[in-house]
């Protein structure tokens, strides 16, 4: 069992920087890749990010490449989603997800463990 606590979400404008964080409990938290979503009001959740287990392999979003970063340390059971260049579309309540093996996919049916989810807000 993982437990994913997420924080970092909050009121920004636009073309500003958040970095969130998930915290994971376990032992074995470099065996799960992980994945960061995003549900805004009215829509589905979609896939922003995933990082495998190693940290060597990453995958995003066309929407957000090349202005959020995934990452993690396995020392501290976390992982990060660096966001910048923050526009109002990506408002949405942010997800961090684990699956149960080293690698996973974009699709939220590759993620067994979920967190409660963290408000992030881009005013225009």
């Known amino acids: 069992q993982v437990q994913l606590v997420e924080s970092g979400g909050g009121l920004v404008q636009t073309g500003d920087s958040l970095r969130l964080s998930c915290a994971a409990s376990?032992?074995?938290?470099?065996?799960?890749?992980m994945g960061w979503f995003r549900q805004a009001p009215g829509k589905e959740r979609e896939f922003v990010a995933y990082?495998?287990?190693?940290?060597?392999?990453?995958l995003y979003a066309e929407s957000v490449k090349g202005r959020f970063t995934i990452s993690r340390d396995n020392a501290k059971n976390t992982v990060y989603l660096q966001m910048n260049n923050l526009k109002p579309e990506d408002t949405a309540v942010y997800y961090c997800a684990a699956s149960v093996g080293w690698y996973a996919s974009e699709t939220s049916n590759s993620y067994t463990y979920w967190g409660q989810g963290t408000q992030v807000t881009v005013s225009s």
């Open positions: 990082i495998s287990g190693s940290g060597f392999n990453t």
């Open positions: 376990g032992r074995t938290f470099s065996s799960h890749a």
